[in-house]
């Protein structure tokens, strides 16, 4: 099995692809602030920040939060944490942003913004970068441990939609209730299921040279860089999964591609945008969901604290 990294572990490995100077000071940062930073934001000639749960903080030279001694950056600045990152091969990587972002090992990820070049309605490359955003990877092992067993009925995990708004956590949700099932759980009475999982961005598993960085389970198949509706079928047809899971439907290929799983027997695990099972009701897109699904698991994020809400109201759209 693989061994992964704690959250500290994560925070030092981001750190190592910050120019020298900015490094030195992140690394002063308390244990509590690296143990929760989500994102290291440069930008040419404006102030390096750090994105925590409780918003954006400047950091300044000393390693402190505020905006008395701020680290300024410079365009090489961003060049050199591009070096970095990229191994010395920047143009190679830049090539390869058609997602938006650079996969980075250790499951971190580097977005970018420059001038586009386009070609074919689409970015081909990114010259001139002048900001970065390095989003840490984090993962919350045993998030689910709270209403995995309301997901079964009788002991059998039921199919189960992740509705939430952006930041609330559903990636972090869903990644785990793929690691459960993959294992499995003796005192919930659960055997260990083949997992597929269509990861069209690489945000769950996080796949860097092949390998993910981020923990799904032993018993998980990935398919990435994929669009999810053709992932989805390849999967159906080549691993035998038990549960398919798949991250953001948005498009009624996605539903009809979750509607020929549900028809083969095979059970269904996903995420949607949306403030709740009532805002999707307005949605014409999303009311073929009703039949699938049996469980909705709502995220509600306040105070920095996450909630989740599980319901069998679902069906009522």
Same mark, same amino acid.
């Not at 992740?162 to 930041?167: K, L």
């Not at 009703?290 to 920095?304: G, L, P, R, S």
């Given at each position: 099995m693989p061994t992964y990294k704690t959250a500290l572990d994560k925070f030092d490995s981001a750190a190592s692809l910050l120019p020298p100077h900015v490094r030195m000071a992140v690394a002063k940062l308390p244990e509590q602030r690296r143990n929760t930073a989500e994102e290291f934001r440069l930008r040419a000639e404006r102030p390096f920040t750090v994105v925590f749960s409780d918003g954006e903080h400047t950091i300044c030279k000393n390693g402190a939060l505020g905006d008395t001694d701020p680290i300024v950056l410079s365009v090489q600045d961003i060049v050199s944490a591009l070096e970095i990152a990229t191994k010395g091969s920047v143009h190679s990587a830049l090539e390869n942003i058609r997602t938006g @972002?650079?996969? $980075?090992?250790?499951?971190?990820?580097?977005?970018?913004?420059g001038t586009a070049v386009c070609r074919d309605g689409g970015i081909t490359t990114v010259k001139h %970068?002048?900001?970065?955003?390095?989003?840490?990877?984090?993962?919350?092992?045993?998030?689910?441990?709270?209403?995995? &067993?309301?997901?079964?009925? %009788?002991?059998?995990?039921?199919?189960?939609?992740?509705?939430?708004?952006?930041?609330?956590?559903?990636?972090?949700? $869903?990644? =785990?209730?793929?690691?459960r099932l993959s294992i499995g759980s003796t005192n919930l009475a659960i055997p260990s299921m083949r997992v597929a999982l269509a990861d069209e961005r690489g945000e769950v598993a996080a796949k860097f040279e092949g390998m993910p960085q981020l923990n799904i389970g032993p018993r998980?198949?990935?398919?990435?860089?994929? %669009?999810?509706?053709?992932?989805?079928?390849?999967?159906?047809?080549?691993?035998? %999964?038990?549960?398919?899971?798949?991250?953001?439907i948005t498009s009624p290929d996605d539903v009809a591609a979750l509607k020929c799983a549900y028809g083969c027997g095979v059970k269904l695990l996903a995420t949607?945008?949306?403030?709740?099972?009532? =805002?999707?009701?307005?949605?014409?897109? @999303?009311?073929?969901? &009703?039949?699938?699904?049996?469980? &909705?698991?709502?995220?509600?994020?306040?105070?920095?604290?996450?909630? @989740?809400?599980?319901?069998? $109201?679902?069906?009522?759209?």
């Open positions: @972002y650079i996969p $980075l090992k250790d499951g971190h990820r580097l977005g970018i913004c %970068p002048s900001s970065i955003a390095i989003r840490i990877a984090r993962e919350v092992i045993g998030a689910s441990d709270r209403i995995l &067993a309301k997901l079964l009925k %009788p002991g059998r995990f039921e199919n189960t939609l992740i509705i939430s708004p952006p930041g609330c956590g559903k990636t972090t949700l $869903l990644r =785990d209730l793929i690691r998980t198949d990935v398919m990435d860089n994929c %669009p999810k509706s053709l992932a989805i079928m390849m999967l159906l047809r080549a691993m035998s %999964p038990e549960v398919i899971a798949v991250d953001e949607i945008h949306g403030d709740s099972v009532n =805002d999707l009701s307005s949605r014409s897109l @999303y009311r073929d969901l &009703a039949e699938m699904f049996k469980f &909705a698991v709502t995220i509600t994020k306040t105070h920095n604290h996450r909630e @989740y809400f599980v319901s069998e $109201l679902l069906r009522e759209i």
